[in-house]
């Protein structure tokens, strides 16, 4: 109503969805936010499940995942799952922006991973 795209967020819908809205029906009216010219972005992430060791005044502590904190690497079954249904939807093209501690190796991982567990699919995304 403002005129301003919306971004969809998979961690941030995840852990902000007051509706209780599937992944992809969010993203699809995100998606219905972007004028038909300009190729609608999205980012892509997934929760840190692992346990994050520091070192505070020379004691080790041990802290465990929040949900809202990124992974390293995403998961890639969450990842094929909604570009998956994407496809199947017929949802309109867009970029996807990972958000990964891991950074260009996240990326990496993520393509691998994709090849092996959905060909077809990543086929369609290159």
Do not use: Y
């Not at 992944?23 to 692992?50: C, E, F, M, N, Y």
């Not at 922006?97 to 290159?126: C, G, W």
């Amino acid at each position: 109503r403002v005129g301003v795209p919306v971004v969809f967020d998979s961690l941030h819908h995840r852990c902000l969805d007051p509706l209780g809205l599937s992944p992809v029906d969010g993203l699809r009216l995100a998606l219905a936010t972007w004028p038909q010219h300009v190729k609608p972005k999205i980012h892509l992430s997934t929760p840190r499940t692992g346990l994050r060791r520091f070192r505070r005044n020379g004691v080790e502590h041990l802290q465990a995942p929040l949900p809202n904190q990124h992974s390293d690497f995403l998961d890639p079954f969450t990842a094929i799952d909604l570009l998956q249904a994407a496809h199947d939807l017929g949802l309109r093209p867009f970029d996807v922006m990972l958000e990964a501690k891991a950074k260009d190796l996240a990326l990496l991982r993520l393509r691998e991973h994709l090849a092996r567990f959905a060909p077809a699919l990543a086929e369609r995304i290159r």
